[in-house]
């Protein structure tokens, strides 16, 4: 989600591949077939069985309602909709692969990730991942801790999103870890460098609270609904703004950029990406949320070698409560370079 809670219901569907769909309207030559029997001559694809079972797990739809009766009988003109999840992800395999830590005990492992590193496998990332690379720092007795395909995961950053993060070691801190991302108790502060600056009536320091959900024209996107709408979950970012860069540049009388801090409250899916863009002030380096007009002309102001090939985000700051000792920790990640090097360069603005 920046910081996806898997401990929450609605963080657990964020990695997933949507489903693939398949639809069609019974002929008149198949009515009073059985419908697992129609389906699987209508998907060649589909084994029986897989029909079967997709009808028994509430896949399929007869004219919008869920049909989980696999011998129905079939009318003329009814339309049927299957949805297929994707394969199970295969095991993930340990890899050596660097990890910069800044605590390990028997229960936990915190680590500074970099952008760019996945953290953990799916379709396009199967390898490469901080999951990987856990299990070979950790070993085979990470593979019993948590969901098959993340193990040890409790809550993530996107890939391109640096810093820092805990994994889970044990069951004991898997559960430990788990409701105090429910309860919300776990502090999570990230610095953010923003294209030019809040829009009225948003000012320096606020908090944004817009429900989000997928986005219904590209679901790798997330997007602000309505309070009321059905989709989506609430979602809650306090900002303060740091400094200004770039005041009347290009005749705007505005900041060209904005550094800032970023709390959560929730963490669902590019909240903080989505919530700025929502107040005018996406993220630099964004190409999702943040490809504006503004945004490519800041990017022209800056020499060629700071140009971020991902958002401006990182995870400065994680605090929890030890699950087996109940000491509150706090750990920070410094920023990396290439965040450094885009402070410098917007100073010179």
């Given amino acids: ?9 609605e963080a657990l569907d964020a990695p997933d591949v949507a489903p693939s769909l398949q639809e069609v309207v019974v002929p008149q030559e198949a009515a009073g077939e059985r419908l ?46 299957v949805e297929v999840p994707p394969p199970e992800p295969a ?36 390898t490469g991942t901080l999951v990987n ?4 720092h950790a070993g ?19 890939m391109d999103t640096s810093g820092v993060m805990v994994v889970c070691k044990s069951e004991f801190a898997l559960a430990s870890l788990g409701r ?16 030019g600056q809040p829009k009225a009536p948003w000012g320096k320091a606020g908090r944004v609270n817009a429900r989000l959900a997928r986005d219904p024209r590209d679901r790798k996107r997330m997007a602000v609904v309505a309070d009321s709408a059905s989709a989506g979950k609430n ?6 703004i740091i400094k200004r860069f770039g005041i009347g540049l290009q005749g705007n009388p505005g900041a060209a ?14 909240q903080i990406r989505v919530h700025m863009a929502h107040i005018g002030m996406p993220l630099i380096g964004d190409q999702v949320y943040g490809d504006t007009k503004a945004a490519r002309a800041l990017n022209t102001a800056l020499p060629e070698e700071v140009r971020l090939k991902r958002q401006a985000l990182h995870a400065e700051t994680l605090a929890f409560t030890h699950p087996a000792t109940s000491e509150r920790m706090s750990f920070q990640s410094d920023l990396p370079e290439d965040l450094l090097a885009l402070r410098a360069a917007l100073s010179e603005l």
Avoid at 1 to 9: G, N, P, R, T
Avoid at 93 to 117: C, F, R
């Fill in 180 to 195: 105090q991302f429910q309860d919300r108790t776990i502090s999570r502060r990230y610095r953010a460098f923003g294209v």
């Fill in 1 to 9: 989600m920046e910081d996806d809670e898997f401990a929450d219901v």
């Fill in 235 to 240: 979602a809650a970012t306090n900002y303060e």
């Fill in 133 to 136: 690379a856990v299990l070979w």
């Fill in 257 to 270: 950029a904005t550094e800032m801090v970023c709390v959560l409250e929730t963490g669902r899916t590019h």
């Fill in 36 to 81: 697992d029997k129609f389906l699987s001559e209508a998907f060649p694809a589909l084994s029986r069985s897989r029909i079967k079972h997709l009808i028994e797990a509430a896949r399929v739809y007869r004219d919008g309602v869920k049909e989980m009766n696999v011998s129905a009988k079939v009318k003329a003109g009814t339309h049927y909709r």
């Fill in 140 to 158: 085979d007795s990470l593979k019993v801790v948590g969901a098959t395909g993340r193990p040890g995961i409790v809550h993530r950053l996107d």
């Fill in 91 to 126: 095991e993930p395999q340990a890899e050596n692969i660097p990890l910069s830590i800044l605590y390990e005990d028997a229960h936990v492992l915190v680590v500074d990730k970099p952008a760019g590193l996945s953290v953990h496998p799916a379709p396009g990332n199967w």
